[in-house]
């Protein structure tokens, strides 16, 4: 969950391009409660002013560090017609995310879209690397009504995961994993269970 007063999440992509050979793309899904009704955000169509949501622009074989970003104005989407919004990664190479050095993606907030402060680490809200052996991934999905972020981590071999070629029943695909959804903590307490282990609140704890 993050705090209802946030006005703007930003997700984004990070990595390190040492010889500038390395093209990776985020995009993602805007979508109706129903499914119904769908937007897609990508390199190929950078913004929906009546929805709110931008694109920061395609790093395309960029040596050094790079980043592609997406701001939702998370009450003007809602206003559009739009309560999910589904993150996705995509190694236009298709090669795998593991055949990178380092791959990152995460989100932050904003108070106003394409405000482009620097990506301080002190504001970021979560990141994690992505290290997937399939050239596309489905990251995450925002539920702007419920204000919180639900971690998806689903490869794709590349075809799903093109905006351009998504449509509202591989995006029903998708939202049903949700349905049976679990916390980490849900996820760690079934790790104790299984190997018969003993759930302790400090790590001097563990013998």
């Given at each position: 969950?993050?705090?209802?007063?946030?006005?703007?999440?930003?997700?984004?992509?990070?990595?390190?391009?040492?010889?500038?050979?390395?093209?990776?793309?985020?995009?993602?899904?805007?979508?109706?409660?129903?499914?119904?009704?769908?937007?897609?955000?990508?390199?190929?169509?950078?913004?929906?002013?009546?929805?709110?949501?931008?694109?920061?622009?395609?790093?395309?074989?960029?040596?050094?560090?790079?980043?592609?970003?997406?701001?939702?104005?998370?009450?003007?989407?809602?206003?559009?017609?739009?309560?999910?919004?589904?993150?996705?990664?995509?190694?236009?190479?298709?090669g795998s995310f593991t055949?990178?050095?380092?791959?990152?993606?995460?989100?932050?907030?904003?108070?106003?879209?394409?405000?482009?402060?620097?990506?301080?680490?002190?504001?970021?809200?979560?990141?994690?690397?992505?290290?997937?052996?399939?050239?596309?991934v489905y990251t995450c999905?925002?539920?702007?009504?419920?204000?919180?972020?639900?971690?998806?981590?689903?490869?794709?071999?590349?075809?799903?995961?093109?905006?351009?070629?998504?449509?509202?029943?591989?995006?029903?695909?998708?939202?049903?994993?949700?349905?049976?959804?679990?916390?980490?903590?849900?996820?760690?307490?079934?790790?104790?269970?299984?190997?018969?282990?003993?759930?302790?609140?400090?790590?001097?704890?563990?013998?």
């Amino acid at each position: 969950p993050f705090p209802i007063n946030k006005k703007v999440i930003r997700a984004y992509v990070h990595w390190n391009d040492e010889i500038g050979t390395q093209d990776i793309d985020l995009s993602c899904t805007a979508t109706s409660v129903d499914f119904t009704k769908t937007q897609f955000t990508s390199f190929r169509d950078l913004r929906d002013v009546h929805a709110g949501i931008y694109h920061s622009g395609d790093v395309r074989q960029r040596m050094g560090p790079c980043a592609e970003y997406i701001d939702v104005d998370i009450q003007q989407c809602l206003e559009a017609g739009y309560r999910y919004v589904f993150f996705t990664a995509h190694n236009f190479q298709n090669g795998s995310f593991t055949d990178l050095k380092e791959c990152v993606f995460g989100w932050m907030f904003r108070q106003h879209p394409q405000a482009n402060e620097i990506f301080l680490p002190k504001t970021i809200t979560e990141a994690f690397a992505l290290t997937n052996s399939s050239p596309a991934v489905y990251t995450c999905v925002v539920d702007l009504l419920e204000k919180n972020v639900m971690w998806l981590d689903l490869e794709s071999e590349g075809i799903l995961l093109n905006p351009e070629s998504t449509n509202s029943k591989s995006i029903q695909t998708v939202y049903k994993t949700l349905k049976n959804r679990m916390t980490v903590g849900d996820l760690l307490r079934l790790h104790v269970k299984a190997r018969k282990g003993n759930l302790v609140n400090e790590i001097t704890e563990n013998t």
